[in-house]
């Protein structure tokens, strides 16, 4: 890309995810609603024995530690998404539009999500849990930003579109390598749970809304591709498999 392409590339995502974060703010103001959604998909999870969240914040509350470790890789996960679109941008401009693409089908998916189902992590509607990241995080008391909008993750949304970029990036030629890209959204997950701030069904959540746009991204056209094309008037339409004569 030009530098003037570039520029504009980049003012382009910067409004957009302005944009994205106004509307966001906006969801999730049912506390209510939040509340009463948690208790819901706490009862699902107790009948599917998935509900870890409690045990495993507990254990990592007891080990301090890794619980300023996990503060610490909950806030910076956003220097990741940054480092990612750079990378990916400078490396093949054809994979960095896909995924760019992809990235905001997924913050369009989202938004819908948030404002039906608004729903409080388990740090506000668990009793016992620790909220790991108001306690031990760098930027203080943050924990309440954003609403209450925990299902689906986005933390872990975004990591998985992290993995998928790179691992798009690098199959081609690096496929051993690739693969180790999905490690940093296992690790999320890991976090999320621990340090309270989701359940284990706001993960199967985000799985949906990565696989729903990437699905989405792959049903339209791609950047810069070919025009099907159209019969004029007067044009001549050959048939090469019709018999001679």
């Known amino acids: 890309m030009s530098r003037r392409r570039t520029i504009a590339e980049v003012a382009g995502l910067l409004a957009w995810f302005l944009v994205f974060t106004w509307l966001h703010s906006l969801m999730g103001r049912d506390h209510a609603a939040a509340t009463g ?3 819901t998909l706490q009862s ?11 045990p495993v914040n507990q254990w990592l509350a007891a080990h301090v530690p890794l619980a300023h470790v996990a503060a610490w890789f909950y806030r ?3 220097l990741v998404i940054v480092g990612v679109l ?11 539009r896909r995924v760019r693409r992809t990235m905001i089908a997924m913050m369009v998916l989202v938004l819908p999500v948030y404002w039906a189902v608004p729903m409080s992590p388990p740090r506000f509607a668990l009793p016992g849990t620790a909220d790991i990241v108001a306690l031990y995080g760098t ?29 798009t990036a690098l199959r081609p030629t690096r ?8 490690i940093f959204p296992l690790l999320m997950v890991a976090d999320v749970i621990a340090t309270a701030n989701h359940y284990v069904l706001d993960i199967v ?13 792959a049903l339209l056209p791609r950047p ?9 008037p007067g044009s001549t339409r050959v048939n090469l498999g019709a018999p001679p004569g």
């Not at 496929?175 to 999905?182: D, G, H, I, S």
């Not at 810069?224 to 004029?232: A, E, M, W």
Request: charged content about 10%; proline content about 6%; hydrophobic content about 50%.
């Open 37 to 39: 959604n948690a208790l």
């Open 44 to 54: 699902i999870e107790r009948t599917l024995h998935l509900d870890i969240a409690l």
């Open 76 to 78: 910076a996960y956003y």
């Open 86 to 96: 750079v990378w990916v941008f400078r490396r093949d401009t054809g994979v960095y």
């Open 139 to 167: 930027l203080g008391d943050a924990s309440r930003a954003g609403g209450w909008t925990a299902m689906p993750s986005m933390h872990v949304g975004w990591s998985l579109w992290c993995a998928y970029a790179v691992w």
């Open 175 to 182: 496929p051993r390598l690739a693969l180790l890209a999905w």
């Open 205 to 217: 959540g985000s799985v949906v809304l990565v696989c729903a746009a990437i699905g989405l991204t």
């Open 224 to 232: 810069g591709s070919p025009s099907p094309p159209t019969n004029r």
